[in-house]
Structures are given as C-alpha cells and as structure tokens.
C-alpha cells in the first residue's frame, strides 16, 4: 500500500478522483501494521490512544469510513475510461480488483460496478454497462496479478467482459488454507490489518443509477486494503510453509472451466418435493422455463417474476383455467393477475402433454453420478467401508495441518476416490488417480501415502 505522499500523487491523478481527505495516523496493531494514510473513526479523536478489549488485551479494530482518496467519481463515459486505463497504466504492482452484481434483483449474474485499485493509480469505479468495447482496459489489467477475495464469485461476471487475469492472489481462499474460521472480507481485514469494514451494502440492487454516494463509498473501501492484505498473508503463508499450496490453489481457480449445465434445473424449485404426480411435474416444468423466458426478456431475477411457492401451488392445484388460476392465493396478487393468460397457457401446455411426454417423478440419472453415499452401504459396501477411511483420514491430515478438510481434497474427490479405487492401491497409483481427477500438486503429495495405507486396512 503506497505511503500518504504516494497516495495523494495517486488520487490527485485518478480519473475522477477527489482531493484526498486529510487523514489521522491510527494505532498500529501489533502484527501487521496498517499502511499509512487512513484515520480513524468517524467522530473520532485523532491520536487518542484505544481501549483494550475487556479480557483478551486485544485492540478493537478502527472503523474504516472513507477511502485514502475520498469516494471516486464512476467512470461511465469514453473519455473517463480512457483517463482511467491511463492511471491504471501509469501504476505499479498488483490490481485490487471486485464487482458487485445485481443477484435476487437482475437476471443472470452480470457485473454492474467493477472496482480497481493498483499502487501509483487510485481508485477506479467503473460502470461497465454503457461499454460495449473494454478492450482497452483488458490490455492494462490482464497481464497483470489481481488481488481478489472469493475469486471464484467475481471471475466469471469479471470474464463476460473480456477481463481475464495473467496470475490471481485470492485472499479468502489464502485465509482458509491458513486454518482461520473467519474468513470473509471483513473478518480477514478486521484480523489482519486491525480496520473494520461496513457490509451493509453487499446484498444491494447494484443495477440502481445512480449509484448513491454511500455505496459508492461502500465499493471503493472493498478494494481499498486488498493489496496490503495480499503482502500480509503472503508472509503468514510462506511463514506455514504453505504459500506453494495457496500458488496452486489460486491457478486453479483462475483457469476452472464454467459449470457444466445443471440436468433438468427446474427440478431444483423450492418445495418441489411436494408435488407426487409426473402430469404436477409437468406443469412445474413448463411454468419454471416461462418464468425463464420472461425474466430473460425483462431483465429481472426469476424469483421476482413469479416465486416458487406459485410454481409448487399451481403444480398441485393444475388449474384448467384462468379463472381457476387467479383463485390460487398465490396467483391473486396483481401482478400475477395481470399475466394469469400467460401462466395458464404454459400451466395448459402441460396439461395437454401425452402421458409418454410427462418427466418421470425422478430425475434421470447421469452415469457419471455417483449414488448418494447414504446408499452405498446397500449398493457398494466395500466403497462404503473405503469411503469412511477416506473421510477419517483427510479429517485428521487436515487437523494436523490447520486447514479445512474440504482444502485439502475435496469432498467430491474423496467419494470419487473410494467408489473406484481398486484393493490395495500403491500411494503412486492412488497419486496418479487424484490428479485425475483434479486434485493438485501439493494435495497429492500430503494425502497420496496416508490414503493408500488407509484404503489399505479395509481392504
């Protein structure tokens, strides 16, 4: 994180950006200390010593309320873009980078505001949506590191746009592998670098212009100590010896293809498991792909369009009429009201399927699939009794290392393992088998010996 002087040269270039606020030099948490230029809390005395928390000797963290450089203006217009892949240019060293997206509210999951900060450059708040070309951007942020917390959420919206990061620093994940229980954005700052950070804005309608002050505030203090939390937890982690672990791990997610399609996704509606009847399916069916169809046409998240308890109620009710439709409580509302024609045309398509066409009351099985475990006992007890081992194994492995079982292979590869692994693997088999199926460098090394021996003794 740059020093006052650094700053201020950087928030004076940045496109947009105010003049930065006058700032008080907190206290200085014992390990790591904050970077300099940010102040204390709001309505706070500057200098005033902190009270240790009752019990613990601990220090409370300092309410972090304003950026180093004030709330930047968004860049939302050709010549702001321009002056921002400017400044972003002109600075050094990792790019903090998150977005905000519109979930519950927008259809899909598309970035409405995307934050930067990079060393020598400011703070960049951009709007991608009146930006059909960000091609410019992409050649100044894609050669370079980004500093992201819970990568795997942001990628994929951040990727729609044509921004694909050369390396990745994912300070969330690099929490876990360290063994902390607290590991989102604002626990890991609050530990690590003694600032707390407000969240009340995270679940917010991001697609709302203009953007208020507050969560533009709000945005622009998410990626503002990023940077210095990456330098923080790259020492702790090579201080554990596991910073090539959180190396392999931050690959892995930057280069993680998209989810497969999800087989018949309207069967995952909540409550669905109330319907019994396969003609009841079929009308949760055709009205789940109509609430699609018109949640894609009005930009509007499907639950907002027509909840799921109205999909459940009409599959059980099976209204032959719109009439009969609107006399469902939870079709009666207006908005369902003004649009009964076009449920009860999706509900009649249904009603009027042959029964050869009706979807069976379970969902057909991908081969691939594997049985859920619970029936394993009956279907594969040798797998069964393989698994357990597994499991007890990759439990206390983890305990001895800090880290959570899940980290150190995933519960998805452990069921796969023990369904398939032959009598009696050799660690080098068991090894090879793992990264087949994914499992990384160092989570092959720690796990391949003590999975064989395990296996081993239930053979």
Request: glycine fraction near 8%; charged fraction near 20%; charge should be neutral.
């Given at each position: 994180?740059?020093?006052?002087?650094?700053?201020?040269?950087?928030?004076?270039?940045a496109?947009?950006?105010?003049?930065?606020?006058?700032?008080s030099?907190?206290?200085?948490?014992?390990?790591?200390?904050?970077a300099?230029?940010?102040?204390?809390?709001?309505?706070g005395?500057?200098?005033?010593?902190?009270?240790?928390?009752p019990?613990?000797?601990?220090?409370?963290?300092?309410?972090?309320t304003?950026?180093?450089?004030?709330?930047?203006?968004?860049?939302?217009?050709?010549?702001?873009?321009?002056?921002?892949?400017?400044?972003?240019?002109?600075?050094?060293?990792?790019?903090?980078?998150?977005?905000e997206?519109?979930?519950?509210?927008?259809?899909?999951?598309?970035?409405?505001?995307?934050?930067?900060?990079?060393?020598g450059?400011?703070t960049?708040?951009?709007?991608?949506?009146?930006?059909a070309?960000?091609?410019?951007l992409?050649?100044?942020?894609?050669?370079?590191?980004?500093?992201?917390?819970?990568?795997d959420q942001?990628?994929?919206?951040?990727?729609?746009?044509g921004?694909v990061?050369?390396?990745?620093?994912?300070t969330?994940?690099?929490s876990?592998?360290?063994?902390?229980?607290r590991?989102?954005?604002?626990?890991?700052?609050?530990?690590?670098?003694?600032?707390?950070l407000?969240?009340?804005?995270s679940?917010?309608?991001?697609?709302?212009?203009?953007?208020?002050?507050?969560?533009?505030?709000?945005?622009?203090?998410?990626?503002?100590?990023?940077?210095e939390l990456?330098?923080t937890?790259?020492?702790?982690?090579e201080?554990?010896?596991?910073?090539?672990?959180?190396?392999?791990e931050?690959?892995?997610?930057?280069?993680?293809?998209?989810?497969?399609?999800?087989?018949?996704?309207?069967?995952?509606?909540?409550g669905l498991?109330?319907?019994?009847?396969?003609?009841?399916?079929?009308?949760?069916?055709?009205?789940w792909?109509?609430?699609e169809?018109?949640?894609?046409?009005?930009?509007?998240s499907?639950?907002?369009?027509?909840?799921a308890?109205?999909i459940?109620?009409?599959?059980?009710?099976?209204?032959r009429?719109?009439?009969?439709?609107?006399?469902?409580r939870?079709?009666?509302?207006?908005?369902?009201?003004q649009?009964?024609?076009?449920?009860?045309?999706?509900?009649?398509?249904?009603?009027?399927?042959?029964?050869?066409?009706?979807?069976?009351?379970?969902?057909?099985?991908?081969?691939?699939?594997?049985?859920?475990?619970?029936?394993w006992?009956?279907?594969?007890?040798?797998?069964?009794?393989?698994?357990?081992a597994?499991?007890?194994?990759?439990?206390?492995?983890a305990e001895?290392?800090?880290?959570?079982?899940?980290?150190?292979?995933?519960?998805?590869?452990?069921?796969?393992?023990?369904?398939e692994?032959?009598?009696?693997?050799t660690?080098?088999?068991?090894?090879?088998?793992?990264?087949?199926l994914?499992?990384?460098?160092?989570?092959?090394?720690?796990?391949?010996?003590?999975?064989?021996?395990a296996?081993?003794?239930?053979?």
């Amino acid at each position: 994180m740059p020093t006052d002087a650094s700053v201020s040269a950087a928030g004076a270039a940045a496109p947009g950006g105010r003049a930065p606020a006058a700032r008080s030099s907190p206290r200085a948490p014992a390990d790591p200390a904050p970077a300099a230029g940010h102040g204390a809390p709001a309505g706070g005395t500057a200098g005033a010593a902190p009270v240790a928390l009752p019990g613990t000797g601990a220090l409370p963290p300092i309410a972090l309320t304003e950026p180093a450089e004030g709330v930047p203006a968004v860049t939302d217009t050709p010549a702001a873009l321009e002056a921002a892949v400017a400044a972003l240019r002109g600075g050094t060293g990792p790019v903090a980078v998150d977005a905000e997206r519109a979930s519950g509210y927008r259809y899909g999951q598309r970035a409405y505001l995307v934050q930067l900060r990079r060393a020598g450059s400011g703070t960049v708040l951009l709007d991608p949506v009146p930006f059909a070309d960000l091609s410019a951007l992409a050649e100044v942020l894609n050669p370079a590191e980004w500093v992201l917390h819970a990568a795997d959420q942001d990628l994929p919206c951040l990727n729609e746009l044509g921004l694909v990061p050369a390396a990745l620093f994912d300070t969330e994940l690099a929490s876990r592998l360290l063994g902390r229980e607290r590991v989102g954005l604002a626990a890991v700052v609050a530990e690590n670098l003694g600032y707390e950070l407000a969240k009340e804005h995270s679940a917010a309608d991001w697609s709302t212009r203009p953007l208020p002050e507050s969560w533009l505030r709000y945005a622009a203090l998410d990626v503002e100590l990023l940077v210095e939390l990456r330098e923080t937890l790259t020492a702790q982690l090579e201080a554990a010896g596991k910073l090539t672990w959180a190396l392999q791990e931050f690959e892995h997610v930057r280069t993680a293809p998209p989810p497969a399609p999800r087989v018949d996704p309207w069967r995952r509606t909540s409550g669905l498991q109330a319907v019994r009847s396969p003609r009841g399916l079929a009308v949760a069916r055709e009205l789940w792909l109509a609430r699609e169809e018109l949640a894609r046409q009005r930009d509007r998240s499907p639950g907002r369009v027509l909840p799921a308890t109205a999909i459940v109620a009409a599959a059980l009710a099976l209204p032959r009429t719109e009439g009969q439709l609107v006399r469902i409580r939870e079709f009666s509302g207006r908005g369902t009201r003004q649009r009964a024609a076009y449920w009860q045309a999706a509900i009649s398509r249904a009603l009027a399927l042959p029964e050869s066409q009706l979807p069976p009351r379970r969902a057909p099985r991908d081969p691939d699939q594997l049985p859920s475990p619970r029936a394993w006992g009956e279907k594969n007890p040798d797998a069964a009794a393989r698994l357990e081992a597994v499991r007890a194994c990759v439990r206390g492995l983890a305990e001895q290392l800090s880290l959570p079982q899940e980290n150190l292979l995933s519960p998805a590869t452990q069921r796969r393992f023990a369904w398939e692994t032959g009598p009696r693997p050799t660690p080098a088999q068991v090894g090879d088998r793992l990264a087949a199926l994914g499992a990384r460098e160092w989570q092959v090394e720690l796990v391949s010996g003590p999975l064989a021996r395990a296996v081993a003794d239930v053979a």
